[in-house]
């Protein structure tokens, strides 16, 4: 059964702070402040296996100019080509699946390999900040509790000009896929693709857009919801499990 957030009350004595760099403006300015400030240990990215390659080797230079101890996690069970021959491409509404399979699972893994003790807190650091996409993902508050796992937002009243500004000033580097496409391009899932983005990525990252078309023939073959960035006909669940917390999407989600 899926622990439903709750408020983090607790004194913050935490086995391991994880910073979840996802390779956005956000992130990387919620990693930098975390570090500065002597609030995370390491850093986590998640390979989703439907992102742009770009994004994660921005990821990897921007940890190894700073000096910041990166750890690359994938998915523990289903891949995205699976889930999508499994289920077919997802929508808003059927989001709850990859969000599942390619980043809740793969946090549960990293989490209970940091904890030495059945009552250990894990701090995971994100960039999420107040805006409507946080409430509509669940994110609420700034400090949430989800069983072991304690999603800190330290940024969460920073506004998009105050990360502006801060990554101004520290001279932050900009992953070149934000350049491109407009967002860290860590995950295509295209549960929330906009009108013309596939075409955008045809043109930036053809290796990207040739992995998903050939899942498209695949997806055909089998009769399942065959179009990437297109809303699926309404269907039924998979299963009761639902995924109210979504933290690590909020940025998709306000596309």
Not at 22 to 49: C, K, M, Q, Y
Not at 55 to 72: A, K, M, N, S
Not at 171 to 198: D, I, R, W, Y
Request: aromatic share 10%; net charge positive.
């Amino acid at each position: 059964m899926h622990k439903k957030p709750q408020i983090y009350e607790g004194v913050g004595m935490f086995r391991r702070r994880i910073a979840l760099f996802s390779g956005g403006d956000h992130s990387v300015v919620a990693t930098h402040h975390a570090f500065a400030n002597d609030l995370a240990d390491e850093v986590v990215h998640v390979r989703t296996g439907i992102g742009v390659k770009k994004c994660e080797e921005f990821v990897v230079d921007t940890c190894r100019q700073y000096g910041w101890p990166l750890r690359i996690v994938e998915p523990p069970q289903l891949s995205y080509e699976q889930l999508v021959l499994q289920f077919g491409f997802p929508g808003p509404g059927f989001h709850h699946i990859p969000y599942r399979y390619l980043k809740e699972r793969a946090i549960r893994v990293i989490v209970r390999q940091a904890k030495r003790d059945r009552l250990d807190e894990i701090a995971l650091v994100t960039g999420v900040h107040r805006q409507e996409s946080a409430r509509r993902m669940g994110f609420t508050l700034p400090k949430i509790k989800i069983g072991s796992q304690i999603w800190l937002a330290y940024l969460f009243n920073y506004s998009a000009l105050d990360f502006a500004d801060y990554k101004r000033k520290y001279s932050l580097p900009t992953n070149p896929v934000k350049k491109t496409l407009g967002f860290s391009g860590e995950c295509l899932c295209g549960a929330f693709a906009q009108l013309g983005e596939l075409q955008r990525i045809e043109h930036f990252y053809p290796e990207v857009a040739q992995k998903i078309h050939i899942l498209q023939d695949k997806a055909r073959l089998l009769g399942k919801h065959c179009q990437w960035g297109v809303r699926p006909p309404k269907r039924k669940a998979p299963s009761p499990y639902d995924v109210p917390f979504q933290p690590m999407c909020v940025n998709c989600h306000a596309k």
